[in-house]
């Protein structure tokens, strides 16, 4: 939960979308990426369509913690779609450096916490500061328990959408 108090100008939130549900029968808890891209895809999707947008006309496209499969994963789906994703940003692949650190895949183990740091440390201050001025946040999520391995269940998942902007300050150009 992000709590934003009454301002002058600040970061607005213009549109949202809420997603729905998807099971594509992942079952391998080690790969939540590929649990959680197709519901990426699927409200991305539904968002441009809805909108009548295009990729193009945000800064970037940002999604919760797909990590660097599920980001490829979310690629493909979207070019089966015709949809070239050119400026997607994944908040899990912001706080792990894969090169560096040992996270294989990036962030898709740190879950929802990974979201709302990337959120409020990287993403809110660059639409405060003006060197992003709109943009889309996919936050997503795996819908399990922690039995569902054991379970040998499939992950359902879900990502909701919330379009960002940053008015322009008065001042600037």
């Known amino acids: 939960c992000l ?16 997603g729905r549900v998807q099971d594509l029968g992942i079952r391998d ?14 409200t ?9 947008s295009e990729p193009q006309d945000f800064d970037a496209i940002y999604t919760g913690d797909l990590g660097h ?4 994963l979310l690629r493909d789906l979207l070019a089966a779609e015709g949809l070239l994703l050119k400026n997607h940003v994944d908040c899990g692949c912001i706080l792990f450096d894969a090169k560096e650190q040992q996270v294989k895949s990036g962030s898709s183990e740190a879950g929802a916490g990974c979201c709302a740091a990337v959120l409020c440390a990287h993403i809110l201050p660059r639409l405060e500061r003006g060197t992003q001025k709109r943009l889309l946040f996919l936050a997503t999520g795996a819908l ?15 990502a909701h959408l919330v379009e960002l902007w940053a008015p322009k300050k008065e001042g600037t150009a």
């Open 69 to 72: 499969v599920g980001s490829q």
């Open 29 to 42: 808890i080690n790969n939540m990426g590929a649990a959680m891209a197709p519901a990426a895809a699927a």
């Open 3 to 18: 709590l934003r108090g009454p301002g002058q100008g600040g970061v607005q939130i213009l549109s949202a979308t809420f």
């Open 144 to 158: 399990m328990s922690q039995t569902t391995f054991l379970q040998k269940e499939s992950i359902p998942a879900i």
């Open 44 to 52: 991305l999707l539904h968002y441009l369509r809805d909108t009548h």
